[in-house]
């Protein structure tokens, strides 16, 4: 791996973090971004301090208009190839649709759903030019099915696994992998920002990070299209084959709410 770069977008706190360790380790330089630049400069030095690779910090706020493309040009003018691209940016709102703000509920839609997309299709097109690379697109399990009390959210996440699906089959050819991650609840800042309390459900659903992180990559490097971490969030998953819709949104409207 020497020599090859991954951009981790969300790169702070959380997934992106045990992303930016994971990855270190396999030998790549990191392009970190995200908009807390001092957890990442913390980041960058202690991943620097552990392994042979540059650690580059970028301070960007992902989810204002352009911000993608200012990010490809500076990193052009760099002369920085992107090999692996973790889409990992992105936060959700919980609560009734109509409580929240538009103008939250906006910038969520920007950076899930725009923001994703452009950088995918920018450094697509390098990784196309090229003839290789790796994309990893981070959704949630509430991607499968219509979740009550997550509604804006749940819809930005079923976008990015569609998307994702679909990139999958149309950049095989050109040698380039697209795998979507989607995670159930999982111990990082999330639910702090979401604003969804603490329950013994999600307690017992609940995974550490760096399991998660692992799984993703390892399903990457098998050029899986999709991948869902932990035999729990699989099976509820799966479930929603065998369920009709109109009671899965029931089911999820009533456990959700007591959330």
């Given at each position: 791996m020497s020599?090859?770069w991954?951009?981790?977008?969300?790169?702070?706190?959380?997934?992106g973090?045990?992303f930016?360790h994971e990855?270190?380790?396999?030998?790549?330089?990191l392009?970190l971004?995200?908009?807390?630049i001092?957890?990442?400069q913390?980041?960058a030095?202690?991943?620097?301090s552990?392994?042979?690779?540059r650690?580059?910090v970028?301070?960007?706020?992902?989810?204002?208009?352009h911000?993608?493309?200012n990010?490809?040009?500076?990193?052009?003018?760099?002369?920085?190839?992107i090999d692996?691209?973790i889409?990992?940016?992105?936060?959700?709102?919980?609560?009734?649709?109509?409580?929240e703000?538009?103008?939250?509920?906006?910038?969520?839609?920007?950076l899930?759903?725009?923001?994703?997309?452009?950088?995918?299709?920018?450094?697509?097109?390098d990784?196309?030019r090229?003839?290789?690379g790796?994309?990893m697109?981070?959704?949630?399990v509430v991607?499968?099915?219509?979740?009550?009390?997550?509604?804006?959210y749940g819809?930005?996440?079923?976008?990015?696994?569609?998307?994702g699906?679909?990139?999958?089959e149309?950049?095989?050819?050109?040698?380039?992998t697209?795998?979507v991650l989607s995670?159930?609840?999982?111990?990082?800042?999330?639910?702090?920002?979401?604003?969804?309390?603490?329950?013994?459900?999600?307690r017992?659903f609940?995974?550490?990070?760096r399991?998660v992180?692992?799984i993703g990559?390892a399903?990457m490097?098998?050029?899986?299209?999709t991948?869902?971490?932990?035999w729990?969030?699989k099976?509820?998953?799966?479930?929603?084959?065998?369920?009709p819709?109109?009671?899965q949104?029931?089911?999820a409207?009533r456990?959700?709410?007591?959330?």
């Amino acid at each position: 791996m020497s020599g090859k770069w991954a951009l981790i977008t969300g790169a702070s706190s959380g997934l992106g973090v045990e992303f930016a360790h994971e990855l270190a380790a396999a030998g790549y330089h990191l392009v970190l971004v995200a908009r807390r630049i001092d957890r990442m400069q913390t980041l960058a030095a202690d991943i620097e301090s552990q392994h042979p690779v540059r650690a580059k910090v970028i301070a960007l706020d992902l989810s204002l208009p352009h911000a993608s493309i200012n990010l490809k040009r500076q990193l052009d003018h760099e002369n920085i190839h992107i090999d692996v691209l973790i889409n990992n940016a992105g936060f959700g709102i919980f609560g009734d649709f109509l409580d929240e703000s538009i103008e939250k509920t906006r910038n969520m839609v920007q950076l899930n759903i725009t923001s994703l997309t452009e950088l995918t299709h920018l450094f697509a097109a390098d990784m196309v030019r090229h003839k290789r690379g790796q994309i990893m697109l981070v959704a949630s399990v509430v991607a499968y099915q219509a979740s009550p009390n997550y509604a804006a959210y749940g819809a930005t996440k079923a976008y990015v696994l569609s998307l994702g699906e679909a990139l999958h089959e149309e950049l095989k050819p050109h040698g380039i992998t697209v795998t979507v991650l989607s995670p159930g609840a999982t111990a990082t800042e999330f639910f702090d920002v979401s604003g969804q309390a603490s329950t013994p459900l999600k307690r017992a659903f609940m995974m550490p990070s760096r399991p998660v992180v692992k799984i993703g990559l390892a399903a990457m490097r098998r050029g899986r299209a999709t991948v869902v971490s932990g035999w729990k969030n699989k099976l509820m998953t799966f479930s929603t084959r065998l369920i009709p819709r109109k009671l899965q949104r029931k089911i999820a409207h009533r456990v959700l709410r007591k959330g």
